[in-house]
């Protein structure tokens, strides 16, 4: 039965390539075998299927059916920080139970009670850069979506513990976005290479003590247990299973751990991107601000979320850098025809977002910065799909969009601020998001007056 092509290079070379530039590589083979590839990224297994075209995507994420599944034990890269209980290495019926359990606090009025979080988070954040001088936008956009994520997972972003666990888990992350720990994944021989064992060791003791952090506030929620609280830990505190069994401390640690990671890495990226697009282009800039404007002061949240231009503005950052740039993985089940080739049972399957997102077919010009092209035309869900879809879509996919609109139009409205460095800026593999390049460096100017929708910049 032939199988889709890929390149024939070996595999270490293959692996080396995905590690250090994957969205070219993966470019590189669109132009070399079309619709459907293969990379070895693994010498004792067998290649890894890529697709990305919207028909494709549909048919392997649409959900767990009889040829397909979305097993939680392809995300072992995962395990090391989130632990074995976490949603995304579950499957079946315990992953859907996780979901469903955590879903409601994400969604609708209650996602809704973290606007003023979110509104009074960012203006703490920014009031914090020191006027007329230069800032590293991700720290900032970091700092934010840590502290919501905190409030939304424990109830809390302030105090001496959570102070701590806010370093500590952006420590862990900054080391875990690094190069050498993304190869590690591949060559796990590198471990015991010194400096890279050093390194290894040091971010273990980091996870230590978040764990520490975290063991720490479970142990004291069950001892003072508030059944008015409504953040997501008290809501898996009060969980039991069909046994009528509570969740360990040690399921509750990696589910936390999970939210954590997940709900905030990816959402800072995102609006660092979103700033770095607005103040590069001063016509998006003064089209969002006129928008935002026109809301008046103190816009509501359900008003800024709605907003059709700041929307299109949000999307397309999402498109031309998707923070995942893979959808988590799939597996055959039965034998199944995709893109022309017949796929054996056994076969891992990967979509590729960045692809769909820079096809030309669907979104012409793809790598210039156009939000128009979602005023103009709605994409399907399967065009345009920064968070994957199915059974393992994206659970903080409304939290996150409600997150970045607030917090940008808050950002927007409230100060001037301007981009220290005008030169372009590229997407690069970070961990396991789309990062930048290089820091994207901006000056704040001073605070913003708004007012009859006209720009004048006062000092504070
Ligand atoms: C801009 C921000 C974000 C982007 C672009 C993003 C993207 C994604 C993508 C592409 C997937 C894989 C979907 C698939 O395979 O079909 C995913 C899964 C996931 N995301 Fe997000 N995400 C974002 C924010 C968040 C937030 C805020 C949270 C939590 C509050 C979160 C929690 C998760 C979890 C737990 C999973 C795994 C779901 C499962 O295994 O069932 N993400 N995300």
Redesign the pocket.
């Known amino acids: 039965m032939p199988q889709p092509k890929g390149p024939t290079t070996p595999t270490n070379l293959q692996i080396l390539r995905w590690v250090f530039s994957p969205m070219p590589y993966m470019e590189e083979c669109v132009k070399n075998h079309g619709d459907i590839f293969t990379l070895k990224l693994n010498p004792n297994l067998p290649p890894i299927v890529f697709v990305h075209t919207p028909e494709a995507m549909q048919e392997v ?1 649409n959900n767990d059916t009889k040829e397909l599944e ?1 097993p ?1 034990d392809l ?1 072992e890269p995962f395990k090391y920080l989130l632990g074995n209980n976490s ?2 290495l ?1 499957s079946g019926a315990q ?1 859907q139970r996780q ?1 469903q359990l ?1 879903m409601p606090p ?1 969604h609708g009025e209650r996602m809704r009670n973290y606007a003023d979080v979110i509104n009074d988070i960012t203006e703490k954040v920014i009031n914090k850069q020191p006027l007329n001088q230069t800032f590293n936008v991700r720290t900032v956009s970091q700092d934010i ?1 840590l502290r919501v ?1 905190m409030q ?1 997972v424990f109830g809390l972003y302030e105090g001496e513990r959570a102070e701590k666990l806010q370093q500590t888990l952006c420590e862990i992350l900054e080391t875990g976005s690094q190069v050498w720990r993304v190869a590690l994944l591949y060559f796990p021989g590198l471990q015991n290479v010194i400096g890279i064992s050093q390194l290894w060791k040091k971010q273990q003791q980091r996870q230590n003590q978040a764990d520490q952090l975290i063991y720490a506030e479970i142990q004291e929620r069950r001892e003072n247990p508030d059944p008015s609280r409504t953040d997501i830990l008290s809501l898996l505190m009060a969980a039991r299973d069909e046994a009528g069994e509570p969740m360990s401390d040690v399921e509750l640690r990696d589910e936390l751990m ?2 954590l990671v ?3 890495e ?2 800072a ?2 609006i660092a991107w979103a700033l770095y697009w607005i103040h590069k282009l001063p016509e998006v800039r003064q089209k969002l601000l006129a928008e935002l404007d026109s809301l008046g002061e103190n816009p509501d949240s359900s008003a800024i979320f709605k907003s059709p231009y700041l929307t299109a503005v949000c999307n397309e950052t ?1 498109r031309i850098y ?3 740039m ?3 993985p799939r597996r055959v089940k039965t034998p199944i025809s995709l893109c022309g080739y017949d796929l054996e049972p056994g076969t891992v399957i990967y ?1 590729s ?1 960045y692809l769909t997102h820079h096809r030309e077919d669907i979104y012409p010009n793809p790598k210039q910065f156009n939000p128009e092209r979602f005023i103009e035309k709605q994409f399907s869900p399967y065009q345009f799909i ?12 409304a ?3 409600f ?2 609109k607030l917090a940008l139009a808050k950002i927007l409205q409230g100060w001037e601020m301007e981009l220290a460095d005008t030169r372009e800026v590229k997407p690069k593999r970070r961990g396991l998001v789309t990062g930048q390049d290089k820091p994207i460096q901006m000056i704040y100017l001073g605070r913003r007056q708004q007012q009859s929708r006209t720009l004048e910049t006062i000092t504070v």
């Open positions: 994420l979305a939680g995300n949603m995304i579950l992953h979901r955590i994400l979506t994520m939304a999970t939210l997940a709900g905030h990816t959402t990226t995102a999402l998707p923070v995942g893979l959808t988590l979509g977002i920064p968070f994957g879809a199915g059974a393992r879509r994206c659970i903080g996919l939290f996150a969009q997150e970045m």
